[in-house]
């Protein structure tokens, strides 16, 4: 065999065990399933928080922001955003905001900023 054909045969090997692995891991516990399930949630819910809150901010403020300064949650239901401009090395136009995105709304929940409710959704649990 050259070496092209034994580079193909390596990666149907490879392909043939990963195949193997994966079905041969089918019998996940009802608990395995839920932790899985709730890590994914979550992850979301982060994602999504980190995709929609600067925007918002944005839109209301005129100032793009980045990295939160700080990060409220239960992991389960909801996350907050906060920017602290006296903590930052970043130049905000506003000195606090908090933006909350709760899962059950699908969206941003709350929005203050300086110590002015912009958004606010009421959160059904």
């Not at 054909?5 to 990963?18: D, I, R």
């Not at 079905?23 to 995709?51: L, V, Y």
């Amino acid at each position: 065999m050259n070496s092209t054909q034994q580079l193909m045969a390596a990666v149907v090997a490879v392909f043939a065990v990963g195949f193997l692995l994966v079905g041969g891991n089918d019998d996940q516990t009802n608990e395995q399933k839920e932790a899985a399930a709730m890590i994914r949630a979550t992850a979301a819910m982060q994602t999504m928080a980190n995709k929609k809150c600067p925007a918002a901010v944005k839109k209301f403020t005129g100032t793009q922001v980045y990295y939160a300064t700080a990060t409220k949650t239960d992991k389960q239901t909801f996350v907050s955003l906060i920017w602290e401009a006296s903590q930052s090395d970043d130049k905000y136009n506003f000195k606090r905001a908090e933006c909350t995105l709760h899962l059950t709304v699908g969206g941003i929940s709350k929005l203050v900023i300086d110590g002015e409710t912009l958004i606010e959704k009421e959160v059904k649990y």
